[in-house]
């Protein structure tokens, strides 16, 4: 669980962002959007299958894959 609140912290978003809302088993477990952040964490470390894809974690930050342009700027290198 702590490693799924790190990646938020390095997102800078809640855990229902990391939620995928669509699979079955977010109504078979009561999942909503307006539980506390806990019980979303603990949902998703209890089932990773739930976990939006892909979490790219990067140097101390964090982007989610979609749109791809958000996970390349975790390696842009910065010359200037």
Request: aromatic share 4%.
């Amino acid at each position: 669980m702590a490693e799924i609140g790190s990646a938020l912290a390095a997102l800078g978003r809640p855990a229902g962002d990391l939620v995928r809302w669509k699979e079955p088993a977010v109504r078979d477990l009561g999942l909503t959007r307006f539980m506390p952040e806990a019980e979303l964490i603990a949902a998703l470390a209890a089932t990773p299958a739930l976990i939006e894809r892909p979490l790219v974690l990067h140097d101390g930050k964090a982007a989610l894959g979609r749109p791809p342009e958000a996970v390349l700027s975790l390696f842009q290198l910065r010359g200037d």
